[in-house]
């Protein structure tokens, strides 16, 4: 999250969520989501077996990798296929939530 002066959380928004393009089977999807949850922090699941353009979406940016857990905030999107807390710290400062 971001802090404001007096270092209040800054929430994203509900209009832009963090986006969290996972499948229903992927354990590293579903530990990413805790995480996010740990930290407070909003998301917008989106199941790329669900949704096609979502996993062209991801293979765009993943080099034509259908990389899961791919997280997406404010235009800044990372694959965090295999899953560890510095590259989910990472994303965040990188979109700003940190």
Known sequence: M???PDQTPVQPSAQTPVKVYSTGW????????????????????INIEEHPEAADYVMS???G?????TLEYNGVA???SGFSMP??????G?????
């Open 61 to 63: 940016i993943n080099g």
């Open 94 to 98: 990188k979109a700003g939530l940190v």
């Open 26 to 45: 992927c354990p590293e999807c579903r530990v990413a989501k805790m995480a996010l949850d740990k930290k407070g922090i909003a998301y917008q699941e």
């Open 87 to 92: 590259k989910l710290n990472d994303f965040l």
């Open 78 to 80: 990372a694959s965090l």
């Open 65 to 69: 990798k259908r990389s899961v857990p």
């Open 2 to 4: 971001t802090q404001t």
